[in-house]
């Protein structure tokens, strides 16, 4: 690397805000006040990221009279659900290779669920109102390298013998630079209709209010402290009050869960983004983009990119930190080290683009469970339901995980709830020191195949075998 290619690198960053961009808007809304009294509901949903937002709106959509409370432990929004890329994926199974390898006998039925629940997200965005820049415009997994190139075209082969390409299109060098034009593009899989672009902020103010609208009383700056049955129902304390519910929903994802048996599902795995200045007419020409996908990588330590509504570009991923012990922590959020290393990517994805300067970096911790899919189940006898684990496609798949989570409630055999993938959990992670060393050990190994040209060693082969393996 020449110490002038890195003092531009550097010099990108020279004005760069450590907030995330979605949530630096002067549209955000003011948080609702805090929980003060005792309450008492049919259903209370603990966490106001999508997977509780979604879980308030369709449970008042599937019966109005039902009497549903929401509390945030800080503002709606405001963790993951309001720091991520922004992507929308139809996949409920961190892509279909994953899902493919799990659930061969159910990918078909996967699929199909997975494409009526994005339907469903762009009919509830039009149905009430939601201003979030929905873009249903798909997204390309690039090739870097000649071996991905040649991956790419074997899986999308193998996907049109098992109907399974709808909507997917192979491009080669030239078809992709025709979309996108990097120097490092050697080829291309467009899914054309299976994601969509948002602003992931907008979307959970917006459910917020479509919330409000329909009668949810929401809390927020009011954390759930503890869970225990209370007579027929359960009861939970918060820092000033109570509140007694027939039903409880929690969607706390990455931060402690309030069953403590289901903590050891997940971790915490950090990740970080970058975002440019708006780009000028000429800096975007220059690359093309005129269909605005959404795009990713190969590698196992992939990138993922996009476009804002006003023409920026979201530049994130790469890095995956895990923090010994699993801990969740605010200056976690912050990494400038992993900001350098993006802006050198980003400089080498899009050379045209040098004097481009970086406005915002942030990072935030993602919900990886062992099968890099979301899970569920219920505890108390049946009155409570959770759901976890969406390792980083939670921007759709919640919705979905909160249809599977009203089912399990109201004690209904669904389609959903008859699914593999819904009855059965994942492997926990161990104890520390293990689980660090497992984890490290595991992103060394990712970072080797990459460069030797996506050959898996030993460790991830067993990893593979035990269905632990690891393909992003």
């Given amino acids: 690397m020449a110490p002038s290619a890195m003092n531009q690198w550097t010099r990108s960053l020279s004005d760069v805000q450590p907030v995330p961009y979605w949530l630096d808007d002067p549209g955000r809304p003011r948080p609702q006040p805090a929980l003060t009294t005792s309450e008492t509901c049919d259903l209370l949903v603990v966490g106001g990221g999508y997977s509780g937002l979604w879980t308030a709106l369709i449970a008042k959509e599937r019966d109005p009279q039902r009497d549903v409370v929401l509390v945030e432990g800080r503002e709606v929004g405001w963790a993951a659900s309001g720091r991520n890329g922004g992507f ?87 078809a992709v630079r025709e979309q996108v034009d990097s120097p490092t593009f050697q080829a291309g899989l467009w899914d054309r209709r299976g994601v969509a672009m948002l602003h992931p902020a907008k979307l959970a103010w917006g459910l917020k209010r479509a919330c409000l609208e329909l009668g949810v009383r929401v809390y927020e700056n009011t954390p759930a402290l503890t869970l225990k049955p209370f007579g027929a129902g359960m009861a939970v304390r918060t820092p000033y009050g109570r509140i007694r519910a ?15 048996r289901v903590r050891s599902y997940t971790v915490p795995v950090y990740d970080y983004a970058l975002m440019t200045e708006p780009l000028t007419p000429e800096q975007l020409g220059s ?39 699993g801990r969740v922590r605010a200056e976690y959020d912050d990494r400038p080290e992993t900001y350098a290393k993006l802006a050198g990517h980003f400089f080498t994805c899009f050379p045209q683009l040098e004097g481009v300067r970086f406005s915002h970096a942030w990072g935030g911790a993602i919900d990886t469970c062992s099968r890099f899919s979301a899970f569920f ?96």
């Fill in 88 to 174: 929308c994926a139809a996949s409920l199974t961190h892509g279909l290779p994953n899902g493919l390898a799990r659930w061969p006998d159910e990918i078909h039925t996967l699929q199909q669920l997975g494409e009526r629940n994005l339907d469903a997200i762009e009919a509830a965005v039009a149905r009430h109102s939601l201003d979030c820049d929905f873009e249903r415009t798909g997204e390309i997994d690039v090739a870097t390298e000649p071996y991905q190139a040649r991956e790419l075209r074997e899986w999308h082969e193998e996907i049109s013998r098992r109907g399974l390409a709808d909507g997917v299109e192979f491009l080669d060098a030239d």
């Fill in 246 to 260: 027939r039903q409880v929903a929690l969607g706390t994802n990455i931060f402690p869960n309030l069953i403590r």
């Fill in 287 to 325: 690359i093309g983009w005129k269909n605005r996908q959404g795009l990713g990588d190969s590698a196992n330590q992939f990138h993922y990119f996009r476009l804002s509504a006003d023409n920026r570009i979201l530049w994130g991923g790469y890095d995956a930190i895990y923090p010994y012990g």
């Fill in 377 to 472: 189940g219920t505890a108390h006898q049946g009155k409570v339901a959770y759901a976890a684990g969406y390792t980083g496609l939670g921007v759709g798949a919640t919705r979905f995980g909160a249809d599977v989570m009203l089912d399990l409630l109201s004690g209904e055999r669904t389609e959903r709830t008859e699914l593999e993938m819904v009855r059965k959990k994942p492997l926990p992670f161990p104890p520390e020191p293990f689980a660090w060393t497992g984890i490290a050990l595991t992103k060394w190994s990712l970072a080797r195949a990459d460069a030797q040209g996506g050959r898996r060693n030993l460790w991830l082969r067993t990893m593979d075998r035990l269905g632990l393996g690891f393909d992003s």
